[in-house]
């Protein structure tokens, strides 16, 4: 196809969960291909000459929203970045609308929806990713953190804005509801965008309902950059492990009391605001922080079993998929997206969402049973890479995506 302008859009511009880690992928890949590509962030951008691809990294050099001490400022910044809206306008000046896409993969931390209004304002073709819910539902996950549980209310409803729903407090719900409206009257989400990018079947299912007349919505799973090598020798470790953001949605207590239960070795892949509740529950678990994607592999190798706990939706379970393609079998929520990815009982077990008895249920199955553990991770690796989820398979599809995307160019 012919070399394209490509803006990708991320509230971070490095890895700190799916989201951020399938942009710059997917951003690498295309600049591999040809494409002129920017990523703009708002948060931790390296410097243009720190990327060995070619992608050109701009940052706004602001602050995650939650963690701005200034909270007048993270309020304004997150209802309507007028920085990071100025900025993109400034990238996109000079292109041709006719061969520029802007790629949409978060917003919500940090650049807000100003940067949707702004590209469609010149003109520009947005493509989104729906790594999650936000387009629709005011805390983007369809979940009621207050009764931890699903949430199964319709979006910005009356009884949608009375349920005190938010994590934090009822104000900070009201704040989501404000940021809500403005995202959809004036910026634009979802409404003024055309084509949209499904992670999976299940979310898209959840989300169709939502999205404008006439939206042309795409299945593109998200990359697994894995090195294909023998199985994981998961009979021979010890460690049940959780990949990702440490929280209470995504049931990281939960999984820390079901591994207090056992007795057994827990590891924590990453970090989150619950990473000191998780160690005051479990004493013996082991929290890792933040690392580089291929130590994320390193760690998934020592895996005896995934855990995905998740009390809500997801869309996907980029993890369960990697874990799959080292041959390590899961334990996932049979509430999330992630019970796609596995065949239960043959690549993995589920669990009754939040069940913390069921947990233990599926752990203790797994713990004691080395010969089933090997089967499991051997089936697992082998129905990954039989067809399996590369880069290259990705960025060919996103290509496909921006042709179609381009030529209904409104």
Request: glycine share 8%.
């Given at each position: 196809?012919?070399?394209?302008?490509?803006?990708?859009?991320?509230?971070?511009?490095?890895?700190?969960?799916?989201?951020?880690?399938?942009?710059?992928?997917?951003?690498?890949?295309?600049?591999?291909?040809?494409?002129?590509?920017?990523?703009?962030?708002?948060?931790?951008?390296?410097?243009?000459?720190?990327?060995?691809?070619?992608?050109?990294?701009?940052?706004?050099?602001?602050?995650?929203?939650?963690?701005?001490?200034?909270?007048?400022?993270?309020?304004?910044?997150?209802?309507?970045?007028?920085?990071?809206?100025?900025?993109?306008?400034?990238?996109?000046?000079?292109?041709?609308?006719?061969?520029?896409?802007?790629?949409?993969?978060?917003?919500?931390?940090?650049?807000?929806?100003?940067?949707?209004?702004?590209?469609?304002?010149?003109?520009?073709?947005?493509?989104?990713?729906?790594?999650?819910?936000?387009?629709?539902?005011?805390?983007?996950?369809?979940?009621?953190?207050?009764?931890?549980?699903?949430?199964?209310?319709?979006?910005?409803?009356?009884?949608?804005?009375?349920?005190?729903?938010?994590?934090?407090?009822?104000?900070?719900?009201?704040?989501?509801?404000?940021?809500?409206?403005?995202?959809?009257?004036?910026?634009?989400?979802?409404?003024?965008?055309?084509?949209?990018?499904?992670?999976?079947?299940?979310?898209?299912?959840?989300?169709?309902?939502?999205?404008?007349?006439?939206?042309?919505?795409?299945?593109?799973?998200?990359?697994?950059?894995?090195?294909?090598?023998?199985?994981?020798?998961?009979?021979?470790?010890?460690?049940?492990?959780?990949?990702?953001?440490?929280?209470?949605?995504?049931?990281?207590?939960?999984?820390?009391?079901?591994?207090?239960?056992?007795?057994?070795?827990?590891?924590?892949?990453?970090?989150?605001?619950?990473?000191?509740?998780?160690?005051?529950?479990?004493?013996?678990?082991?929290?890792?922080?933040?690392?580089?994607?291929?130590?994320?592999?390193?760690?998934?190798?020592?895996?005896?079993?995934?855990?995905?706990?998740?009390?809500?939706?997801?869309?996907?379970?980029?993890s369960v998929i990697e874990a799959a393609a080292l041959g390590v079998p899961a334990i996932v929520s049979g509430t999330s997206a992630a019970r796609m990815s596995i065949a239960d009982g043959v690549t993995?077990?589920?669990?009754?969402?939040?069940?913390?008895?069921?947990?233990?249920?599926?752990?203790?199955?797994?713990?004691?049973?080395?010969?089933?553990?090997?089967?499991?991770?051997q089936a697992a690796h082998q129905r990954y890479w039989e067809n399996p989820r590369t880069l290259d398979r990705h960025v060919s599809e996103l290509e496909a995506v921006y042709e179609q995307a381009l030529?209904?160019?409104?």
């Amino acid at each position: 196809m012919k070399k394209l302008h490509l803006v990708v859009l991320s509230d971070f511009g490095y890895v700190n969960g799916g989201n951020a880690a399938v942009a710059l992928a997917s951003a690498r890949g295309l600049a591999r291909r040809g494409h002129a590509v920017t990523l703009l962030s708002a948060v931790g951008a390296t410097t243009p000459s720190d990327d060995p691809d070619g992608v050109r990294l701009v940052s706004t050099d602001q602050q995650e929203i939650l963690t701005d001490s200034n909270r007048m400022r993270a309020i304004l910044q997150g209802t309507w970045n007028v920085t990071a809206a100025r900025m993109l306008r400034a990238l996109l000046r000079d292109l041709d609308p006719a061969c520029t896409v802007v790629h949409l993969h978060s917003w919500t931390q940090a650049l807000s929806s100003s940067v949707v209004r702004a590209a469609l304002a010149v003109g520009v073709r947005v493509v989104y990713t729906m790594h999650d819910y936000f387009s629709l539902c005011p805390n983007g996950t369809f979940f009621n953190h207050q009764q931890n549980e699903i949430c199964r209310l319709r979006p910005m409803s009356l009884s949608c804005i009375a349920s005190h729903c938010d994590k934090r407090s009822y104000s900070h719900k009201l704040w989501r509801i404000l940021r809500q409206a403005v995202q959809a009257h004036r910026g634009g989400i979802p409404n003024r965008i055309l084509d949209f990018i499904a992670v999976s079947p299940f979310s898209h299912a959840i989300l169709a309902p939502g999205l404008p007349a006439g939206a042309r919505v795409y299945h593109v799973p998200s990359p697994i950059e894995v090195s294909r090598d023998v199985p994981a020798r998961v009979a021979a470790n010890r460690a049940f492990v959780m990949v990702g953001k440490i929280t209470q949605g995504k049931g990281a207590i939960v999984f820390a009391k079901a591994a207090r239960a056992l007795g057994c070795d827990a590891l924590f892949v990453g970090d989150g605001p619950c990473a000191q509740e998780v160690v005051q529950v479990y004493p013996r678990a082991r929290v890792t922080g933040w690392v580089s994607r291929e130590k994320v592999t390193e760690y998934l190798k020592t895996a005896r079993v995934l855990v995905f706990p998740s009390l809500w939706y997801e869309t996907e379970g980029l993890s369960v998929i990697e874990a799959a393609a080292l041959g390590v079998p899961a334990i996932v929520s049979g509430t999330s997206a992630a019970r796609m990815s596995i065949a239960d009982g043959v690549t993995g077990l589920c669990f009754a969402g939040a069940d913390e008895a069921d947990l233990i249920r599926a752990m203790r199955t797994l713990s004691a049973d080395d010969a089933l553990v090997g089967a499991m991770g051997q089936a697992a690796h082998q129905r990954y890479w039989e067809n399996p989820r590369t880069l290259d398979r990705h960025v060919s599809e996103l290509e496909a995506v921006y042709e179609q995307a381009l030529r209904g160019r409104i």
